[in-house]
């Protein structure tokens, strides 16, 4: 026979413990929220541009069918051409929603801001939700969310490791940075009133290029490292100095997609990359002339990975190994795709609030 008291007590007790986590979590969440007072920001509904999408994939159609004069074609052949374009179109849009905002995430997250929320809405549409910015923040994500993304993969300078050090030990930081850590590690981050130093001085992104280089031949570009180790939401960046040669520089139009993979062979996840036959063309040739060296993949001006040429990539694919976890992989496998899309977005609705707003509707509540 069951002793009723024998779970029932348990029962009780357990019941006890859940009811006090959650009243002490409403009244940490309830405090949080008053201590904040008045918050400023921005919404955003942003949404992929389609009929843009459309109208260029019909231009790339009509100059790889050698057609100059679109409005003298017959009906038919304008109805196969507008087929091909939209299956094009449609392969792009296929897994550019995910894609998309990490991109939208990693843009808004170097802006330094608080608080970045984006969800995908409905189809090809996103949500952005930004708290505690000020204006010049406000403006400059809306700028921002409207940028086409820029790819590019670039050969990283064989002494990089010396001249980074060199770079991070002396007594000099780049305009519109400031000195910080990422893990216990020296790192840049952008200057809290980074926007406002921007706007007086708009040289600062070639002061920074210049910023512990050697050479006119090298390029500072700073390389992801993680958030900075106060509470600030800011991302810390460490120094990489890449080649500004052209022939060493591959850009996001050579890349045709890719995709995580699990490596058959030797374990782990990798990223399988396809190149056009421009890209594969120069890839070949750029890794075999400078096998041993890394190639930075750049997205947005930011550098995302280094990997190592470790042999001459022929045949137009190319398999990036490393320590990647699923996600990782999946995430550098997104840096590429969102590169090589050029998928243009559009701004539908947009809302701001000032701090002056802010506190008005806050002195309203009771």
């Given at each position: 026979m069951?002793?009723?008291?024998d779970?029932?007590?348990?029962?009780?007790?357990?019941?006890?413990?859940?009811?006090?986590?959650?009243?002490?979590?409403?009244?940490?969440?309830?405090?949080?929220?008053?201590?904040?007072?008045?918050?400023?920001?921005?919404?955003f509904?942003?949404a992929?541009d389609?009929d843009?999408?459309?109208?260029?994939?019909?231009?790339?159609?009509?100059?790889?069918?050698k057609?100059?004069?679109?409005?003298a074609?017959?009906?038919?052949?304008?109805?196969?051409?507008?087929?091909?374009?939209?299956?094009?179109?449609?392969?792009?849009?296929?897994?550019?929603?995910?894609?998309?905002?990490?991109?939208?995430?990693?843009?808004?997250?170097?802006?330094?801001?608080?608080e970045?929320?984006?969800?995908?809405?409905?189809?090809?549409?996103?949500?952005?939700?930004?708290?505690?910015?000020?204006?010049?923040?406000?403006?400059?994500?809306?700028?921002?969310?409207?940028?086409t993304?820029?790819?590019e993969?670039?050969?990283?300078?064989?002494e990089?490791?010396k001249?980074a050090?060199?770079?991070?030990?002396?007594?000099?930081?780049?305009k519109?940075?400031?000195?910080?850590t990422?893990?216990?590690?020296?790192?840049?981050?952008?200057?809290r009133?980074?926007?406002?130093?921007?706007?007086?001085?708009?040289?600062?992104?070639?002061?920074?290029?210049?910023?512990?280089?050697p050479?006119?031949?090298?390029?500072?570009?700073?390389?992801?490292?993680?958030?900075?180790?106060?509470?600030?939401s800011?991302t810390?960046?460490?120094p990489?100095?890449?080649s500004?040669?052209?022939?060493?520089?591959?850009?996001?139009?050579?890349?045709?997609?890719a995709?995580?993979?699990?490596?058959?062979?030797?374990?782990g996840?990798?990223?399988?990359?396809?190149?056009?036959?421009?890209g594969?063309?120069k890839?070949?040739?750029?890794?075999?002339?400078?096998?041993?060296?890394?190639?930075?993949i750049?997205?947005d001006?930011?550098?995302?990975?280094?990997p190592?040429?470790?042999e001459?990539?022929?045949?137009?694919?190319?398999?990036?190994?490393?320590?990647?976890t699923w996600?990782e992989?999946n995430?550098?496998?997104?840096?590429?795709?969102a590169?090589?899309?050029?998928?243009?977005?559009?701004?539908i609705?947009?809302?701001?609030?000032?701090?002056?707003?802010?506190?008005?509707?806050?002195s309203?509540?009771?």
């Amino acid at each position: 026979m069951v002793n009723v008291k024998d779970w029932y007590t348990p029962i009780l007790i357990i019941g006890a413990v859940l009811a006090t986590l959650i009243v002490a979590t409403l009244f940490l969440l309830f405090s949080k929220g008053k201590d904040r007072g008045p918050q400023s920001g921005a919404s955003f509904i942003v949404a992929i541009d389609q009929d843009k999408m459309m109208r260029d994939a019909l231009e790339e159609v009509c100059l790889s069918e050698k057609v100059e004069n679109i409005d003298a074609l017959a009906p038919d052949h304008l109805r196969v051409l507008e087929a091909q374009a939209a299956a094009k179109v449609n392969a792009d849009l296929r897994h550019a929603d995910e894609f998309i905002r990490e991109v939208l995430l990693r843009r808004l997250d170097a802006l330094a801001i608080d608080e970045v929320s984006i969800s995908i809405t409905g189809e090809h549409r996103f949500s952005i939700q930004i708290a505690g910015a000020t204006a010049e923040q406000c403006e400059a994500a809306e700028k921002s969310v409207g940028q086409t993304s820029f790819l590019e993969l670039r050969l990283v300078a064989r002494e990089n490791d010396k001249f980074a050090q060199a770079a991070m030990a002396s007594n000099r930081t780049p305009k519109g940075y400031e000195r910080v850590t990422s893990g216990g590690t020296p790192a840049l981050a952008q200057a809290r009133d980074y926007l406002g130093q921007l706007a007086q001085d708009p040289t600062i992104p070639t002061l920074l290029a210049r910023f512990g280089s050697p050479s006119v031949l090298y390029e500072c570009v700073l390389e992801y490292v993680g958030p900075v180790d106060d509470d600030s939401s800011r991302t810390a960046y460490r120094p990489m100095y890449l080649s500004r040669a052209a022939s060493t520089t591959i850009t996001g139009d050579s890349v045709i997609r890719a995709r995580a993979d699990k490596d058959s062979f030797h374990g782990g996840n990798v990223i399988n990359v396809e190149f056009n036959r421009a890209g594969s063309d120069k890839l070949a040739r750029i890794s075999a002339q400078h096998t041993g060296e890394q190639m930075a993949i750049v997205l947005d001006d930011i550098v995302r990975s280094a990997p190592v040429l470790r042999e001459p990539i022929t045949g137009g694919h190319c398999q990036i190994s490393g320590d990647f976890t699923w996600e990782e992989a999946n995430r550098l496998a997104g840096v590429f795709n969102a590169g090589a899309l050029h998928i243009p977005l559009k701004i539908i609705e947009s809302h701001f609030v000032s701090p002056e707003q802010a506190q008005k509707s806050s002195s309203k509540r009771p």
